[in-house]
């Protein structure tokens, strides 16, 4: 944007006008608009008034201030106030947060009314200059440190240069190293192993049962019979043995993993479901999903394929699994294939049984990794 | 457990196991179904009364057996639960069709008369009755086991406020605030619309007076820091700092810098 | 009412001001007692001086920065007194504070103190919400502020530096702000972190391995909680701290744009002197924020942690969502489709999580920090600016801005969308699949709408300079014909219509040199001469006095106004460029 404007006679179409010669190119800047003045500077009883008035703010900070410490020793944090409109508070909550609030806006108010009404409110002009230094200046600047590597012979002396360069490029490898290598494990092929392959040996690796791993419901810890999993029934499930289960006789079982559950948790979550068989469609999906179940009773990893919420929301009439993260929706009746959403896999399936005292087994562990894609899945 | 693991792969096991799950399953319905039903416990004038009121207000959806319709459901097996969650919450009868039956404002029906309903409902097949008044009050209720059973089971579609989601192609969990503990309950046992069942071996009884003890001292915790914005999370906290703390702030910066006064 | 008559009018002084720069008055006080101590061995009152004079032009989109600097300077302090009661670590305890609904339940050491500061700790919940309500407002406003500097043209030479600056500052505040969402550990930033941990395992052959070394071994673990209390209360903090005086010296240096008016130009700054009126108001107002940070705290209610639980993988509640800065990215989640993850050779590629959880925020963010470049290399301008542009003045770029706008916004309501349905009773599939149209569409059509709708602002403002303000009086003429009195415009309100630069397209030199051979950057400047071209078209060029006075002297002769038949106006463009 210029400020300087032309004064040059504009040229117009010959005819329409004549005798504009004196019109410049473009309107000229009028400067600053004239002064108004404020009521307070007119009249001593407005100023009065504006002084009152800021007074007024400060004191109310200073009320607010009184109110907060009131209140602060006044109210326990489990006094409760029902106020209209917002609903049951903790009355040391609201009337701390009243209180402060007064007594920091009580000061912005009245220093900004004071600054509104009584300080001068006229414009001051200040002058720019441009941000780049002058020739002579970056003449100098050119010349002190050309001459620094003169006088330190860094241009004469390649050795110094090269090694230097060197060093400097090297030196901070060892904090990345250093970083980098001692941050976290390697995963191995932990993301592909759950508790339903065997219990966690402490490391990330698992010791294979050698009895397959009863279903057992979260949080309670209790054994499943598949007669009490009625149709249209879900329960959340986990392995026996990651939860303590009060009831159980082994005693690993009673007490449950005593570290790393929510780990193994966060793998290992189950979804059990029960379909009228009829509901299954007709599709190898839908056969496979029968033949891993067990009298339609099918067992899916709760872990979304997507980013690894736990895909709990069961439509009992549309057999549809809902991620509440990302809405990716998967068809039960079809072996969890997905229908809709960012997710791409189907949810993995755990092959269940019946042990024979009638609970619902692990028949074989996952047949791959469960929660979120990563690069080696496969 | 090591030798019954070797016998297990017997190949008589799996005929003993198919045996065992039959005389299981079989058991258990025995031994479930009649201590659900609740035909014994209504009389038949209750039962009759119920026909006829089902009859005039039901029957246009259900059938007038209550074997259903293209538009409203099989009613056989659904049990008295079912009935009394419908009618007690106001949901049924319909005010108008949907992807789902909303909560109604009003319950149209008096207790009487959805009494016996249910009972006429119960009595054309065995299914879950009315849950004995001892675990549907939040008394004796562990609110801290409630809440873990609560997250677990329910808060991923009523949201752990109990304040409602989303569900897929415009069905929704509905809120939990200011619902009666028997209809809680029927809703676990009976599974309503979308919802699934979970019946007395999924969450016992008092498991289930838990979650009602879990959910009333939820309400009665209130919103300690003031409005809760529905309980929705960051969304509508976004909204106001956008609305509110943008707009009240981008207000006070206009009058700081407005001239004259 | 009076005025003052004088030369310079921002001059101008009242009868009984002291000059501003007048020499100190024989009745005041020499420098003494603790300042002076400090003064005569430091020195400092020459540049407190020269900071106490500066100037600081008055506008309300310029408090903007301030509210982001105040929430900033809250949440720095808040947050100390948090760190006071937090216990950042993932250990085992069960609860047994205050709270009834979790009496008995296990979790964290982290929940635990959290609760224990909303429920046990005197003031504990008030100074929490605050920080989350100021570490809302922080993002609100600077990104409020961003759109200011943006719209106005405030970044352009020689500000992009501070732009590159307060881009980076923006995005690590979203940083920030995620860090100190998930370290509570309820099950509603448990979630988010578990999401977390699925992006880095999106990430192309290292996901695994990054995601090992973030969580040290396999989700959740016990290292993140704390890890991220480093980043959250120092690494993060400290960049911020630094970027953030950087910028404001920038500001300092480089002095404050203003808008264009009367009296300002592009080689001053007119406004107040940050002593006594300035300080009183920048000061007052960091009280106000803090103030209306701490009602809102009272009142309203932000991230009930006690809600939610303590983390736990396996449940999860509705309406998971993270704060509001990080919706676009989780929107963007929700609109991929599955299709984008591909499995070859035994590899798997998961483009449906890697594009919008990796890619776009650095994506987005990179191309904000390039546009002052692109922008100065399509229109060719290369000179300082100090005066903003009035938005409709630039129509393209005010068109480019609220494309992105549309763009962000269709990716945030995205990102809400199950919290639409449940209060618009609609769909979440079909609102799904219109965001995921809307999300290519709308940019488009805001971008073609508010182009058009610049240009007739434009229009109307020339209009509004030619023919004046409608008085709403109609006179009848001596021949019966009615007309309304138009009032001219006086000459301070007209210049702030015409007091921007008409502007040009660059004009593509022959591709070829003076051999005829054609030059090796001919198809660059072609492609950059249509682009000037386009982000030209149609421009609107301000009434010059010539135009003004054919409009006097025509009252209804329609001007023409379009930029390219316009001739008469090169001679006032060429002006323009020096």
Known sequence: ?????????????????????????????????????????????????????????????????????????????????????????????????????????????????????????????EERHAM???????????????????????????????????????????????????????????????????????????????????????????????????????????????????????????????????????????LLMRLDPKDFQDTPGGKKAQEWGYQGIVAYSKICTHVGCPVGLYERTTHHLLCPCHQSTFDVTDDCRVIFGPAKRPLPQLKIAVDDEGYLIAAEPFHEAVGPSFWERG | MNALAVRRRHPAAIFILLLLGLIVTGAGYAALAPKQATAA?????????????????????????????????????????????????????????????????????????????????ASLAPGPAVPDAEYTTAEGGNAGRGGEIFRVNCAMCHNSAGAGGALTRGKYAPKLTDVEGRHIYEAMLTGPQSMPVFNDNNISPESKRDVIAYLKTMDEAGSPGGMALGSLGPVPEGLVAWVFGLGILIGAACWLGQKGA | ??????????????????????????????LGGAVGWVDDRLGPAKGVNYLMKKVFPDHWSFMLGEIAMYSMIICLLTGVFLTFWFVPSAGHTVYDGSYVPLQGVGMSEAYASALNISFDIKGGLLIRQMHHWAALMFIVALSAHMLRVFFTGAFRKPRELNWIIGCLLSMLALVEGFAGYSLPDDLLSGTGL???????????????????????????????????????????????????????????????????????????????????????????????????????????????????????????????????????????????????????????????????????????????????????????????????????????????????????????????????????????????????????????VAFWATRRICLSLQRADRNLVLHGRESGRIVQTAEGRFFEVHEPLDEYTRWKLVGFEGQEP???????????????????????????????????QPVTPAELEAAHHDGHAHEAIEGGSAAELEAGSSSGHH
Not at chain 1, 88 to 109: A, D, F, K
Not at chain 1, 149 to 174: C, N, V
Not at chain 2, 54 to 61: E, G, I, R
């Open chain 1, 1 to 125: 944007m210029s400020t300087e404007h032309s004064t040059d006679t504009v040229r117009l179409d010959e005819g329409h006008h004549v005798g504009d010669g004196g019109i410049p190119a473009q309107f000229a800047n009028p400067g600053l608009p004239p002064h108004v003045h404020r009521m307070a500077d007119e009249s001593e009883a407005a100023a009065k008034r504006a002084e009152r008035q800021v007074a007024g703010l400060f004191t109310l900070s200073i009320l607010g201030t009184v109110l907060f410490l009131i209140a602060y020793f006044a109210f326990d944090t489990a006094h409760r106030t029902w106020v209209p409109g917002i609903g049951t508070v903790s009355t040391s909550n609201l009337l701390l947060g009243v209180g402060m609030g007064l007594g920091l806006l009580g000061i912005g108010l009245g220093a900004v009314h004071w600054a509104k009404t009584l300080m001068p409110d006229e414009e001051v002009v």
């Open chain 1, 132 to 270: 780049r230094s002058s020739d002579a200046a970056r003449g100098e600047f050119v010349e002190i440190m050309r001459g620094g590597g003169e006088k330190s012979q860094l241009f004469r002396r390649p050795l110094i240069k090269a090694t230097l360069g060197g060093a400097l490029g090297l030196f901070s490898l060892p904090l990345l190293v250093q970083l980098v290598g001692s941050l976290g494990p390697l995963p191995k092929n932990h993301l592909s192993l759950t508790m339903w392959n065997g219990t966690p040996d402490g490391e990330g690796g698992y010791t294979a049962y050698t009895a397959r791993p009863r279903l057992v419901t979260d949080p309670e810890s209790l054994p499943i019979k598949a007669s009490d999993v009625t149709i249209g029934s879900v329960y959340h499930v986990l392995p026996e043995g990651l939860l303590p289960s009060p009831e159980a006789e082994d005693e690993h079982l009673r007490e449950g993993l005593h570290h790393g559950f929510l780990e193994e948790k966060g793998k290992a979550a189950v």
């Open chain 2, 41 to 121: 416990t209504a009389s038949a004038d209750q039962i009759e009364r119920g026909r006829r009121l089902f009859l005039t207000n039901c029957a246009t959806c259900h059938g007038k057996d209550g074997l259903g319709s293209p538009v409203g459901p099989n009613l056989a097996g659904v049990g008295a639960a079912a009935v009394d969650f419908q009618m007690g919450t106001g949901r049924m009868p319909m005010a108008e069709p949907g992807v789902q039956a909303p909560r109604g404002k009003k319950v149209t029906y008096s207790a009487e008369e959805i009494a016996d309903i249910a009972a006429w409902v």
């Open chain 3, 1 to 30: 009412m009076s005025t003052t008559a004088n030369d310079r009018p921002a001059m101008g002084l009242r009868t009984g001001d002291a000059p501003v720069s007048a020499p100190p008055s024989a009745g005041a006080k020499k």
């Open chain 3, 194 to 444: 578990r999401a977390a941990e699925g992006f880095m395992q999106s990430a192309p052959v290292i996901g695994s391995y990054l995601a090992y070394a973030v969580f040290d071994g396999p989700f959740p673990g016990e290292a993140i909680i704390p890890r991220l209390y480093s980043v959250h209360v120092l690494l993060l903090p400290a960049i911020l701290v630094g970027l953030f005086t950087a910028h404001i010296v920038m500001v300092a240096v480089q002095k404050h744009t203003q808008y264009p008016g009367p009296g300002r130009t592009n080689n001053n700054v007119v406004g107040f002197p940050v002593m006594p009126v300035y300080a009183a108001k920048a000061g007052g107002f960091f009280f106000i924020v803090f103030g209306f940070i701490a009602l809102i705290s009272a009142i309203v209610q932000i991230n009930a942690i006690w809600v939610y639980g303590p983390y736990d993988p396996s449940p999860v509640t509705a309406g998971s969502q993270p704060d509001w800065y990080m919706l676009w990215a989780d929107g963007a989640l929700r609109l991929l489709p599955g299709w984008l993850e591909f499995s070859a050779f035994g590899y798997t590629l998961s483009l449906n999580v890697a594009i919008g959880a990796l890619g776009l925020i650095p994506v987005v963010y990179g191309a904000m920090a390039a546009y002052p470049f692109l922008e100065a290399w399509v229109t060719g301008d290369k000179r300082e600016h100090h005066l903003l542009d009035r938005p409709r003045n630039q129509p393209t770029r005010t068109a480019i801005g609220v494309a992105a706008i549309a763009f962000y916004l269709v990716l945030a309501l995205a990102g809400s969308n199950d919290i639409l349905a449940i209060k618009l009773h609609m769909s979440i599939n079909d609102i799904t699949y219109f965001f995921r149209a809307a999300t290519f569409l709308l940019p488009i």
């Open chain 3, 506 to 540: 660059l004009q593509l030199t022959a591709g070829t040199d003076a051999h005829g051979v054609a030059s090796p950057a001919a198809g660059k400047d072609k492609l950059r001469a249509r682009l000037s071209r386009l982000y030209f078209q149609d421009t609107v």
